[in-house]
């Protein structure tokens, strides 16, 4: 069921910047937030004691969804004691996740100057799940905890999401 569930979570982070397109001019370069893959890689540049250190075990790492290359994406995900993981690299901008319908409650995150913003999604009525979305120089990197699956809840995410990413933002590129 957890692994479901966290499968779920992956997905549905998958569409929150909907199915954008780039555009293609002149010399058949592409545009757009769809225009190539990130650079950054969490399960590669994200150190194993770092990850350690938020409480979850670097040991289930898990890259992409069930080993599949999502197109524009660089997906890693950790379990922990209560709730998981997930870090998402993409060129999809924040207005891009600000624009898609299925987000909410957007709260900006102070972040040494970086734009950021935690929010949920619409469909999260038991609010077990929170994303930190912060600006890269790729377009954005998403911070996920979702305790999906997993009961009680012992920590609202969105703390959990947003001490998560102050302490990973030094590996963001910025």
Same mark, same amino acid.
């Given at each position: 069921m957890r692994v479901t569930a966290v499968i779920g979570l992956i997905g549905a982070g998958l569409l929150l910047a909907g199915c954008g397109s780039g555009?293609?001019?002149g010399d058949a370069e592409a545009e757009g937030t769809v225009a190539g893959e990130p650079v950054f890689s969490p399960c590669d540049d994200i150190p194993d004691d770092e990850i350690a250190k938020l409480g979850f075990d670097p040991m289930t790492e898990d890259r992409d969804i069930m080993g599949v290359?999502?197109?524009?994406?660089? *997906?890693c995900g950790w379990m922990g004691a209560?709730? /998981?993981? !997930?870090?998402?690299?993409?060129?999809?901008?924040?207005?891009?996740?600000?624009?898609?319908?299925?987000?909410?409650?957007? *709260?900006?995150v102070e972040l040494n100057g970086r734009t /950021?913003? !935690?929010?949920?999604?619409?469909s999260d009525e038991q609010r077990r799940s929170c994303d930190v979305a912060i600006s890269t120089r790729e377009g954005a990197a998403l911070i996920s905890v979702s305790y999906l699956g997993i009961d009680?809840?012992?920590?609202?995410p969105c703390s959990i999401s947003v001490r998560a990413t102050r302490a990973l933002?030094?590996?963001?590129?910025?």
């Open positions: 555009a293609v001019s290359k999502q197109p524009g994406w660089n *997906i209560g709730p /998981a993981l !997930s870090v998402f690299a993409t060129t999809y901008t924040l207005d891009d996740v600000r624009k898609n319908e299925k987000n909410a409650e957007f *709260i900006p /950021a913003f !935690s929010y949920r999604e619409k009680p809840v012992t920590e609202d933002a030094a590996y963001l590129p910025a």
